[in-house]
């Protein structure tokens, strides 16, 4: 499994964003925080899993020049500005009005009205109404303890990340430890002391009494001091906390974001088609595209054949998370 980033943006949603912030240097990162929001909320979404059928290692310092020029393409900007493709794919399925410029492109007006408070709403990326039970829940669970944990709340089992490698945390914590949850939000948040943008994460432990034994509550004290050094914090839960399904998780992973993905859960997403479309169908032809060029970037020799016939018994495997 690998990560990548690459992402598209059209013109009507791009605008609709810089024109909300139109009285701020939208390109300055510590000038406004709702700006670093948003901006994070693009990142998240341009961030995706590639699973190949291969294992491969690329020196992108020496690959096929036209490949690297696509490829920078499409992962600039995350997002970067949408093929023109894709913006009169929108005009020819009445999504977005056509370009009425002689000497430039411009795709700035959808049919429909679009509020900026619904898109940057809607970027919070979530499922409405799935219901996942312990049988088709694709994270890693520990224990059935683990699953009282995150089985009483519907929306947050999309939300939560099982069973992460604690190095991708902090790197002080090697040796392939994991925690149990985590969530990190997808907005970006202005740390002066670094001068630099970052997530902020937050750890759930769910703690059975083998946590009472010394040496678990010595490692467990090592854990969070490491946690804590890179502003992520720690919360630990005991079946005493979880049984009676009373854990705030509202304000732990902070109530406005709470609050957004709730009403995405419950959203009648039939009601904004068009504002889903404009959004993540862009970002999905971005994944898409990317898949296909590292395949090509792995696989030079393709280009010696005379024709590339498409491959039916192996297939790439793209996760939208």
Same mark, same amino acid.
Request: glycine letters at 4%; a negative charge; aromatic letters at 12%.
């Given at each position: ?56 290692? =690329? ?8 490949? #690297? !020029? @696509?490829?920078?393409?499409? %992962?600039? $900007? ?78 947050? =089992? ?8 604690? #190095? !991708? @945390?902090?790197?002080?914590? %090697?040796? $392939? ?145």
């Amino acid at each position: 499994m690998k990560q990548f980033k690459a992402g598209y943006i059209v013109d009507a949603i791009s605008n609709l964003i810089t024109d909300n912030f139109k009285s701020f240097n939208y390109f300055n990162e510590n000038e406004n925080n709702d700006i670093n929001k948003v901006k994070g909320l693009l990142q998240n979404l341009s961030a995706f899993d590639v699973q190949f059928p291969y294992t491969h290692k =690329i020196d992108y310092n020496n690959i096929n020049p036209v490949l #690297a !020029t @696509i490829n920078n393409i499409i %992962t600039r $900007g995350l997002p970067t500005k949408a093929p023109l493709i894709i913006e009169d794919k929108f005009v020819e399925i009445n999504l977005i009005n056509a370009n009425k410029e002689e000497f430039e492109f411009k795709y700035n007006e959808p049919i429909k009205k679009i509020e900026y408070q619904t898109i940057f709403e809607l970027l919070h990326l979530i499922e409405p109404e799935l219901q996942i039970n312990k049988v088709n829940y694709g994270g890693s669970l520990g224990s059935h303890l683990e699953w009282q944990f995150i089985g009483q709340h519907p929306f947050l =089992i999309q939300i939560l990340q099982s069973q992460r490698d604690f #190095a !991708t @945390i902090t790197p002080v914590m %090697t040796g $392939g430890r994991s925690v149990d949850f985590s969530f990190t939000s997808p907005y970006l948040h202005w740390d002066a002391a670094n001068n630099t943008l970052k997530n902020i994460t937050r750890i759930f432990e769910v703690d059975g009494p083998h946590h009472l034994l010394y040496e678990y509550v010595h490692y467990d004290i090592t854990r969070d001091i490491a946690a804590e050094e890179v502003d992520a914090k720690t919360y630990r839960f005991t079946k005493e906390n979880i049984t009676p399904g009373l854990i705030p998780f509202e304000t732990l992973i902070s109530r406005d974001i709470y609050s957004i993905f709730e009403k995405n859960f419950n959203r009648e997403h039939t009601d904004f088609l068009e504002e889903y479309s404009l959004i993540f169908i862009p970002l999905a032809v971005a994944r898409i595209q990317k898949a296909i060029i590292e395949h090509f970037i792995a696989k030079p020799n393709l280009f010696e054949k005379d024709a590339l016939q498409t491959c039916t018994n192996r297939r790439f495997s793209i996760s939208l998370k």
